[in-house]
């Protein structure tokens, strides 16, 4: 996986998170498309657990892929049938308020 912190001044941070796969990938289903890029979800890789403390302190994330997304399920921070897919790749975004 790879994993960034978007750190935003007055605003909090958002945790971009993807499966390894992925990077460099663009994702295309009907109108919708994604580029999967270092610039947004990281240029390092990440293991499970980095991926896990991030999620768990996160205010926002950004995640795809499948094992991002079954570790945020697993995690009770989003619901599976809350996830849209693109292609079959599943994404969510979190938001806490």
Do not use: S, W
Not at 66 to 73: F, G, K, S, W
């Amino acid at each position: 996986m790879y994993l960034k912190v978007h750190r935003i001044p007055g605003a909090g941070e958002v945790v971009a998170a993807c499966d390894a796969e992925l990077m460099d990938a663009t994702l295309i289903h009907g109108d919708v498309e994604i580029c999967i890029t270092g610039g947004f979800y990281g240029t390092e890789r990440a293991g499970e657990e980095d991926v896990r403390g991030a999620l768990a302190g996160a205010e926002n994330a950004n995640i795809i892929g499948r094992r991002v997304v079954a570790l945020a399920v697993a995690m009770g921070l989003v619901a599976e049938n809350e996830c849209i897919m693109i292609g079959d790749v599943p994404h969510a975004q979190i938001f806490r308020i």
